[in-house]
């Protein structure tokens, strides 16, 4: 039991500090969250305590992906026995305990607002208004119509920006840029898509609508969830701006998405409906001269020129890249710091194409920026111009609930956005199940897992029964989707004599790919729930049956995850690989990987990777931007901060033909869809108040 705060008396500056060490005793704050609070305060010897409470907070908030404090939100927790919010974790990590504990502090401060205002707009360390942007105070106060929020100027300053650069491409073409006519488009978007389905219907074709939208200005944001074809319609976009382009054989086009694993599936799909488009109309375009304008997709980091031992990047406003076009896949795993860099290192005359699901998980890092932009995109909102322009492009007609109504505020990227509506490949339980969950829809979600469909099924466990229950669905699958490991340990076994390549590279495939089929996913990542402690379990259980030789970290048939990027070794955050021996048949392991349908695999020492963990079991943040035939997602039993509609949502749109719930506590699994993730930002704001 913590030592609580004599509760008389204003609080001071080390009083507050040793209740923030109390705290980080406790689990509630990390270190790292207090040091910020006490450097502020051995620099300023008169600092305020709202500022070194304020000052901790932000940095814990920042931790969980928040780029900013609401002063009001923060003051609102003074009652101890204040409602959390259902789309908002705690301040503190910990039970109700550290609720009570952070109001009782609170209270020992002024509850004047004016007061708080006061205590951090004098302070040397906090810079506001006019001042901001030339200041260079570690801290940034914003007003606001709707608040006042307190930043680390790292991230007020990644926000104003990010609204900057978006906005100023949202005003429509670069000058000198002419704006096709609209009859050829439509010519070229028949001749693209094919003839409507229903050539009686006038309702919008929205991937005809996305191309449409995407010619008007240098900015185009395209979302949907999984099966809605964002990529099918990207690859069309391609071939409709060379087609349209005066010059396409010098058009210069960037691929990129945020992991490695995600930029292999960009490329991949893209080559694959382009050589379909190919194929079927082998004489509309010159298809060789456009593959040959697609180079590699990178990473971002690559895209950018990260570099070793250093945040500052090859490519910058000074420094921009060489492109015209540039295609972002999996743009919901973007977080703040890397938009405002892509932004910056894009000329301004170049287009820049959006693509990622609104409703995934956000970055690990802080930003959810993928969101913030796509807040309006279900309404739609789209004016008379844009209207028009869809009816001349597409012959469809912008439903009456999506237009804008005169009058109204108009969302300044409205004209910018199109959402995909339809999925076509999650027709069945797993659509159903995720659209369920993505609602909210706790009773819905539930109906389909009881319902009598092999795609998708929860087991119904006790606490003691689920963890070893997980280890044989890991390995056999279940009943109707006998997809498990045991598929790539059998391949594991079938390796070729030494010394024949070609056997030897087709065996590599064929091992990877079969344990590309499953994955267990995790919202924890420590702990007998997480990924460690699951990875653990697995690895034990192999051993005990001889089916892998471990000695020491490595083993033959070891699944990795890169957890940072390397260029050097060519391997990046997020790629995933499997060690075997070479071709040579020796003991030495190398991590093989595959890159694409066709593609050769790579390999790289296993010796020389610093930055890996065992991939069994992943989080589910780690898996996005990837897919797999069976999906297992593990839920502790017990309630988690990380627990959120946007989590389950995810996981479950990982699997491709079956997916299977393992959630000992049908109580946390109801309040996980009830808990909407939120990140706390200011960029929504300022791109509605038009600000740039």
Same mark, same amino acid.
């Not at 205002?117 to 030339?134: F, K, R």
């Not at 972002?328 to 703040?336: P, W």
């Given at each position: 039991?913590?030592?609580?705060?004599?509760?008389?008396?204003?609080?001071?500056?080390?009083?507050?500090?040793?209740?923030?060490?109390?705290?980080?005793?406790?689990?509630?704050?990390?270190?790292?969250?207090?040091?910020?609070?006490?450097?502020?305060?051995?620099?300023?010897?008169?600092?305020?305590?709202?500022?070194?409470?304020?000052?901790?907070?932000?940095?814990?908030?920042?931790?969980?992906?928040?780029?900013?404090?609401?002063?009001?939100?923060?003051?609102?927790?003074?009652?101890?026995?204040?409602?959390?919010?259902?789309?908002?974790?705690?301040?503190?990590?910990?039970?109700?305990?550290?609720?009570?504990?952070?109001?009782?502090?609170?209270?020992?401060?002024?509850?004047?607002?004016?007061?708080?205002?006061?205590?951090?707009?004098?302070?040397?360390?906090?810079?506001?208004?006019?001042?901001?942007?030339?200041?260079?105070?570690?801290?940034?106060?914003?007003?606001?119509?709707?608040?006042?929020?307190?930043?680390?100027?790292?991230?007020?300053?990644?926000?104003?920006?990010?609204?900057?650069?978006?906005?100023?491409?949202?005003?429509?073409?670069?000058?000198?840029?002419?704006?096709?006519?609209?009859?050829?488009?439509?010519?070229?978007?028949?001749?693209?898509?094919?003839?409507?389905?229903?050539?009686?219907?006038?309702?919008?074709?929205?991937?005809?609508?996305?191309?449409?939208?995407?010619?008007?200005?240098?900015?185009?944001?395209?979302?949907?969830?999984?099966?809605?074809?964002?990529?099918?319609?990207?690859?069309?976009?391609?071939?409709?701006?060379?087609?349209?382009?005066?010059?396409?054989?010098?058009?210069?086009?960037?691929?990129?998405?945020?992991?490695?694993?995600?930029?292999?599936?960009?490329?991949?799909?893209?080559?694959?409906?382009?050589?379909?488009?190919?194929?079927?109309?082998?004489?509309?375009?010159?298809?060789?001269?456009?593959?040959?304008?697609?180079?590699?997709?990178?990473?971002?980091?690559?895209?950018?020129?990260?570099?070793?031992?250093?945040?500052?990047?090859?490519?910058?406003?000074?420094?921009?890249?060489?492109?015209?076009?540039?295609?972002?896949?999996?743009?919901?795993?973007?977080?703040?710091?890397?938009?405002?860099?892509?932004?910056?290192?894009?000329?301004?005359?170049?287009?820049?194409?959006?693509?990622?699901?609104?409703?995934?998980?956000?970055?690990?890092?802080?930003?959810?920026?993928?969101?913030?932009?796509?807040?309006?995109?279900?309404?739609?909102?789209?004016?008379?111009?844009?209207?028009?322009?869809?009816?001349?492009?597409?012959?469809?007609?912008?439903?009456?609930?999506?237009?804008?109504?005169?009058?109204?505020?108009?969302?300044?990227?409205?004209?910018?956005?199109?959402?995909?509506?339809?999925?076509?490949?999650?027709?069945?339980?797993?659509?159903?199940?995720?659209?369920?969950?993505?609602?909210?829809?706790?009773?819905?979600?539930?109906?389909?897992?009881? &319902?009598?469909?092999?795609?998708?099924?929860?087991?119904?466990?006790?606490?003691?029964?689920?963890?070893?229950?997980?280890?044989?669905?890991?390995?056999?699958?279940?009943?109707?989707?006998?997809?498990?490991?045991?598929?790539?340990?059998?391949?594991?076994?079938?390796?070729?004599?030494?010394?024949?390549?070609?056997?030897?590279?087709?065996?590599?495939?064929?091992?990877?790919?079969?344990?590309?089929?499953?994955?267990?996913?995790?919202?924890?990542?420590?702990?007998?729930?997480?990924?460690?402690?699951?990875?653990?379990?697995?690895?034990?259980?192999?051993?005990?049956?001889?089916?892998?030789?471990?000695?020491?970290?490595?083993?033959?048939?070891?699944?990795?995850?890169?957890?940072?990027?390397?260029? &050097?070794?060519?391997?990046?955050?997020?790629?995933?690989?499997?060690?075997?021996?070479?071709?040579?048949?020796?003991?030495?392991?190398?991590?093989?990987?595959?890159?694409?349908?066709?593609?050769?695999?790579?390999?790289?020492?296993?010796?020389?990777?610093?930055?890996?963990?065992?991939?069994?079991?992943?989080?589910?943040?780690?898996?996005?931007?990837?897919?797999?035939?069976?999906?297992?997602?593990?839920?502790?039993?017990?309630?988690?901060?990380?627990?959120?509609?946007?989590?389950?949502?995810?996981?479950?749109?990982?699997?491709?033909?079956?997916?299977?719930?393992?959630?000992?506590?049908?109580?946390?699994?109801?309040?996980?869809?009830?808990?909407?993730?939120?990140?706390?930002?200011?960029?929504?704001?300022?791109?509605?108040?038009?600000?740039?």
């Amino acid at each position: 039991m913590l030592p609580t705060l004599d509760p008389t008396g204003p609080l001071t500056a080390a009083e507050l500090l040793a209740e923030l060490d109390r705290w980080c005793d406790a689990g509630w704050l990390r270190r790292l969250d207090v040091a910020l609070a006490r450097w502020l305060a051995a620099e300023l010897p008169d600092a305020a305590p709202e500022l070194l409470l304020s000052a901790a907070l932000l940095a814990q908030r920042e931790s969980r992906g928040h780029t900013c404090i609401a002063l009001d939100e923060l003051l609102a927790q003074r009652r101890p026995d204040a409602v959390v919010r259902p789309d908002d974790d705690a301040w503190l990590d910990g039970p109700g305990a550290a609720r009570a504990a952070l109001a009782a502090t609170l209270q020992r401060l002024s509850p004047d607002r004016g007061d708080w205002l006061n205590g951090l707009q004098g302070s040397d360390a906090v810079d506001e208004g006019i001042d901001a942007a030339s200041g260079q105070a570690p801290l940034v106060l914003e007003h606001t119509p709707d608040g006042t929020r307190l930043y680390l100027r790292r991230h007020w300053r990644d926000e104003q920006a990010v609204a900057r650069a978006v906005l100023s491409r949202a005003v429509g073409p670069h000058p000198g840029e002419v704006v096709p006519d609209a009859a050829v488009v439509r010519g070229w978007l028949d001749r693209l898509f094919g003839p409507a389905s229903d050539p009686a219907s006038v309702a919008p074709d929205w991937q005809r609508t996305a191309c449409a939208m995407a010619l008007r200005g240098r900015l185009a944001l395209i979302t949907g969830g999984p099966g809605t074809g964002k990529t099918y319609t990207v690859a069309r976009l391609l071939a409709l701006l060379f087609a349209l382009h005066p010059a396409p054989e010098t058009l210069r086009i960037a691929l990129a998405a945020p992991t490695g694993k995600a930029a292999a599936r960009l490329k991949q799909s893209i080559d694959q409906a382009l050589g379909q488009l190919g194929a079927a109309l082998p004489d509309a375009l010159d298809w060789a001269l456009l593959a040959k304008r697609l180079k590699e997709a990178l990473t971002l980091h690559r895209l950018l020129g990260a570099r070793p031992d250093t945040r500052a990047l090859r490519h910058d406003a000074r420094h921009p890249l060489d492109v015209d076009l540039l295609v972002v896949d999996e743009a919901s795993m973007v977080h703040l710091e890397m938009m405002a860099a892509l932004l910056a290192a894009l000329p301004e005359r170049a287009r820049l194409v959006l693509l990622g699901d609104k409703d995934q998980l956000a970055s690990v890092e802080a930003g959810a920026v993928l969101g913030d932009l796509c807040g309006q995109a279900e309404r739609g909102q789209y004016d008379a111009d844009s209207v028009a322009w869809v009816a001349a492009c597409t012959g469809g007609a912008v439903p009456p609930a999506l237009r804008h109504r005169p009058g109204t505020p108009l969302p300044a990227l409205a004209q910018q956005t199109v959402m995909l509506r339809e999925s076509r490949r999650f027709q069945g339980a797993i659509g159903a199940l995720a659209k369920a969950v993505n609602a909210g829809d706790v009773r819905g979600a539930d109906t389909v897992l009881r &319902a009598p469909d092999v795609a998708v099924q929860r087991l119904t466990l006790t606490e003691a029964q689920a963890l070893p229950a997980v280890l044989g669905l890991a390995l056999q699958g279940r009943t109707g989707a006998p997809i498990g490991y045991d598929l790539y340990l059998a391949e594991l076994q079938q390796r070729p004599p030494a010394g024949d390549a070609a056997a030897h590279q087709s065996w590599v495939v064929r091992v990877v790919r079969a344990f590309e089929r499953v994955r267990l996913l995790c919202a924890l990542r420590e702990g007998e729930w997480g990924v460690t402690g699951l990875n653990a379990r697995i690895e034990s259980h192999l051993r005990s049956r001889g089916a892998i030789a471990r000695h020491g970290e490595w083993y033959a048939g070891r699944p990795v995850m890169v957890t940072r990027n390397d260029a &050097a070794l060519g391997v990046y955050n997020g790629d995933v690989g499997v060690a075997l021996p070479g071709i040579d048949g020796g003991t030495g392991l190398r991590v093989w990987l595959l890159d694409g349908e066709g593609q050769p695999p790579r390999s790289v020492m296993a010796s020389r990777l610093a930055a890996i963990e065992t991939a069994f079991a992943m989080t589910v943040h780690k898996s996005q931007g990837s897919e797999f035939e069976h999906v297992a997602l593990v839920l502790p039993p017990h309630l988690t901060p990380v627990l959120t509609r946007e989590l389950v949502y995810t996981g479950i749109t990982r699997a491709k033909a079956a997916f299977t719930l393992v959630a000992p506590d049908p109580a946390v699994w109801s309040q996980a869809l009830q808990r909407r993730t939120r990140r706390v930002s200011g960029l929504p704001g300022l791109l509605l108040s038009g600000r740039r």
